[in-house]
């Protein structure tokens, strides 16, 4: 599949909870700092962060958006119950590279998708992205400033054991140098700042981590390229949909209070590492 804009998984949560909510969409396309001048820093993470899910929503970390996340013994569970539901974490630290591992069991049914996502106010973005009637892969796929790679983008991976039935440890390693994408223990793909592009397409801005599943085949929100991409319609009388995420563990390779874009370049040589007083 040639990756676009519109196969990008969080674009289209944008544009759904942007539907559902004028307040939130807010949020997604708030400031981009290289069309704006006064943009806010952003907060950094600046250590490691770790959950389980157990328990309850700690809001000083996440937004919540559409769907509420519901816990339990099992992990996070990201459900599709209802027509555009579409449960999302989008957290409120951002990471200047960093190492995101996320043990999870992606959510099945056509023209479900599920995600984990690492994005920025200037749209880099690195994605797994499972679509539930396909038992067998998961893509990897990343964009630099909205724009996916023509020669390079989404990749599909085939997994050794079906990604909807076991929890299994994804993990993206993302440095200055290269994203690496890792299924378990393997590593399954590399791409290199060089390669997008000559770094042009190489996501490299501060960027929050989001989970989510969302109806990307519900036909009266979605284009049909989009439709067919998923898989197809959603049948939401044949959910619940759920993807369940076990464990969660970020590490920023930045330590510091607050990440400022100091020019519109969108480069990481702008960006400015805000330390504590
Ligand atoms: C953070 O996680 C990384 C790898 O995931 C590990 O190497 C490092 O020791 C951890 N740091 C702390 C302070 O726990
Ligand atoms: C979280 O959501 C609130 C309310 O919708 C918004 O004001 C805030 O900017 C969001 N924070 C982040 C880091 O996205
Ligand atoms: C991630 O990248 C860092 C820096 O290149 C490296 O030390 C580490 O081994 C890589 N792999 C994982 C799984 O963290
Ligand atoms: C998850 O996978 C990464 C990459 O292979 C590895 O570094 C890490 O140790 C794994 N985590 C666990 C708990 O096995």
């Known amino acids: 599949m040639t990756a676009s804009r519109r196969m990008s998984a969080l674009w289209l949560i944008g544009v759904i909870s942007c539907l559902l909510s004028p307040v939130l969409a807010q949020t997604f396309t708030s400031c981009n700092p290289m069309k704006k001048d006064d943009c806010p820093s952003h907060p950094a993470l600046g250590t490691n962060y770790t959950t389980d899910f157990s328990g309850s929503l700690n809001d000083v970390i ?15 569970n990201f459900v599709i119950a209802q027509k555009l539901e579409s449960p999302t974490l989008i957290s409120k630290f951002y990471i200047f ?3 995101i591992e996320v043990h999870m069991k ?38 630099g400033k909205g724009d996916g790679n023509p020669s390079d983008g989404g990749v599909f991976h085939k997994m050794d054991e079906n990604p909807m039935e076991d929890i299994h440890n994804y993990t993206l390693n993302w440095t200055k140098e290269k994203i690496e994408w890792y299924i378990d223990t ?32 519900d036909k009266d929100e979605n284009e049909k390229g989009t439709i067919e991409w998923a898989g197809g319609e959603i049948d939401y009388h044949k959910g619940p949909y759920r993807m369940i995420v076990e464990e969660l563990k ?17 480069s990481w040589e702008s960006i400015e590492v805000i330390k504590y007083d």
Request: charged fraction near 25%.
């Open 62 to 76: 996440w937004n919540s958006t559409s769907t509420p996340v519901s816990f339990d013994e099992k992990g996070g």
């Open 97 to 99: 590279f960093g190492r």
């Open 186 to 217: 393997k590593k399954v793909r590399t791409v290199s700042y060089d390669q997008a592009d000559g770094g042009k397409k190489y996501p490299q801005t501060p960027s929050t981590v989001r989970l989510g599943v969302w109806p990307a085949g």
């Open 106 to 143: 992606a959510a099945t049914g056509k023209g479900v998708v599920s995600a984990i996502t690492i994005q920025s106010e200037t749209l880099d973005e690195i994605d797994w992205e499972w679509i539930g009637s396909d038992t067998e892969n998961v893509q990897s796929n990343y964009f």
């Open 250 to 266: 970020v590490t920023d390779f930045s330590s510091g209070k607050e990440y400022k874009y100091k020019d519109k370049s969108g």
